[in-house]
């Protein structure tokens, strides 16, 4: 799939709707707009968008911008006219062109010959959510997702998650001889701007279905939260995962995470360890759950000597976000106090495991590409490369010399009786 910014996602979405609309509705594209309108249209949309050199000036971009959504414009109110035949409407690219110019553009008033005038969405007129936005008018799954950092930059690609799962063993260090290979045991795919923690549960449900339930389940910082370590717990799995440090300059050494802060339920405040008692409380929804957000004033926080330790938010004061169930909050306590320790992070290292699945499926089964157009089809897309990387590491289980204890230096011996 090819990446668009806004600009070519809406000229490319105008070109395949005029497309579409010339091969499924020839004889009505050519009843509604005069012939010289579709000669201009032949020529700015005949080859793809991002093929030629959109303008780097920004008054050319816009007056570009506006060119687009001017044709997007007409050729939506001429399919939504009463006298359309109403399957026109029900060209997949019309209906992607109609969310697309609502997603990129604003109606700027009108024009001297009484046209309305449209532009470019800008920030302040308001962005639709990522989980919502469009990001191609030939995939109406597909979404932008981004992932942290990579050599100091942020990530970001656009169509689909694939969400890897397999077992996993310590290093045998008793015998030299592997037990036999880990093997994915679930694959879930998602478009690129759900969140993780959205795949935890299905994960979870899916495994204890086909009787996987694991004894510990070890997963990346995005997947957890307090609610769902204990619905884990109950269906006998211990998730070793980094939950909910407080933010993140929480990271930061030396730095006020939340247990710094003594919470006063009854009078509804918190209290921070520079004395300072908050200036607002409000209960909310978070990511679909209950939580309570805790604000300390600006004047307090900006004249703070240790607000290095305490916060690095723009709008210049701290904040907290807690649970105001209090299993929850003890389940969040017990949590972080146990991930501090050395032990925990050693347990923890085992989960970098997968990461050498994910650059094997990707180098085996070119993962990163969806072959497909759509979620159902890159799902599948996903599962049969899970497919193949098991049954690839089953013939090397069976077939190759690793059957035969490996060689062991005395030093890693040595190594393996310090550190069980
Ligand atoms: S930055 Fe604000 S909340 Fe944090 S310690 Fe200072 S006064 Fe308290």
């Known amino acids: 799939m090819r990446e668009l910014n806004r600009l070519e996602l809406l000229g490319e979405s105008v070109r395949a709707a005029l497309e579409a609309l010339a091969t499924a509705a020839p004889g009505w594209l050519s009843a509604a707009f005069p012939t010289v309108v579709l000669g201009e249209w032949a020529e700015r949309y ?6 030629w050199h ?11 911008g506006a060119v687009f959504a001017a044709d997007a414009y007409a050729v939506c109110s001429a399919v939504w006219d009463t ?22 553009t604003v109606i700027d008033g009108a024009g001297t010959d009484g046209r309305v005038r449209l532009r470019l969405r800008e920030k302040p007129d308001g962005i639709p959510p990522g989980a919502l936005r469009l990001a191609s008018p030939y995939d109406p799954d597909a979404r932008w997702g981004s992932h942290g950092q990579r050599e100091g930059r942020d990530v970001f690609w656009l169509g689909y998650t694939a969400h890897l799962t397999e077992s996993c063993r310590p290093p045998d260090t008793t015998d030299g001889l592997p037990r036999g290979p880990n093997l994915i045991t679930d694959v879930h795919t998602t478009d690129a701007g759900a969140p993780d923690l959205t795949a935890t549960t299905g994960i979870g449900q899916r495994l204890d279905a086909r009787d996987l339930v694991p004894a510990e389940h070890y997963l990346g910082a995005g997947y957890p939260s307090a609610r769902l370590v204990q619905e884990a717990a109950a269906r006998g799995t211990t998730m070793i995962t980094p939950l909910l440090r407080g933010g993140s300059h929480a990271r930061t050494p030396g730095a006020f995470g939340q247990d710094a802060f003594r919470i006063d339920w009854t009078a509804r405040q918190a209290t921070c360890p520079q004395g300072k008692t908050s200036s607002g409380w409000y209960p909310c929804r978070q990511h679909g759950q209950d939580a309570i957000v805790v604000e300390f004033a ?6 703070c ?3 290095a330790q305490c916060t690095t938010a723009k709008r210049g004061f701290r904040s907290l976000s807690i649970h105001p169930d209090p299993a929850l909050r003890a389940c969040l306590r017990t949590a972080r106090a146990t991930q501090r320790t050395s032990a925990w992070e050693r347990k923890y290292a085992l989960r970098a495991g997968i990461e050498g699945t994910i650059n094997q499926a990707l180098d085996v089964t070119g993962l990163r590409r969806a072959r497909y157009r759509g979620l159902p089809k890159t799902r599948l897309q996903h599962a049969y490369s899970a497919a193949a990387l098991n049954l690839i590491r089953l013939d090397a289980h069976w077939h190759s010399p690793a059957q035969h204890p490996r060689h062991t230096t005395r030093l890693i011996g040595l190594y393996t009786q310090l550190v069980p």
């Open 83 to 104: 006298r359309t035949p109403a399957w026109v409407r029900e060209v997949e690219h019309v209906e992607l062109l109609r969310q697309v110019l609502v997603q990129t």
């Open 54 to 64: 959109i303008p780097a000036a920004r008054t050319k971009r816009e007056r570009l």
């Open 46 to 51: 005949g080859p793809r968008i991002n093929s």
């Open 298 to 303: 600006r004047d307090d926080c900006r004249s």
């Open 305 to 307: 000597p240790v607000r």
